[in-house]
Structure formats: C-alpha cells, structure tokens
C-alpha cells in the first residue's frame, strides 16, 4: 500500500519537480565529490530523481 501511495504522490509531480530541478546549479559539495573521481572510476548512486545534470557532467 506505501509504495502504491509514494509511486502515486510522486508521479503527481513529477513533471513540475523536474523542470524545477533541471534549471538549478549543481551544489559545491557535489562539484568538489566530482573532481576527486579517478578516470573510469565507479560511483554507486543511491540517490533519486532525474539524474540531470550528474549525468553530464
């Protein structure tokens, strides 16, 4: 039943949240994590959302 409820909470704004979420500089504690990967490094992302902008970085 909880995952019914937050599957259906998010995708009520989900659309919204990213429009917001893209348009939004990346924080400097995530800037500064992004410069100490070594090339062909692996990261784990536990995170959510869209993925924009790590992704292009």
């Known amino acids: 039943m909880n ?28 800037m500064d994590f992004v410069t100490e990967i070594k090339p062909n490094g692996k990261i784990l992302d536990i995170g959510c959302g869209t993925g924009y902008p790590i992704q292009n970085i």
């Open 3 to 30: 995952d019914y409820i937050n599957k259906n909470s998010y995708n009520k704004i989900a659309k919204q949240w990213c429009e917001i979420r893209n348009k939004l500089p990346l924080n400097k504690c995530v």
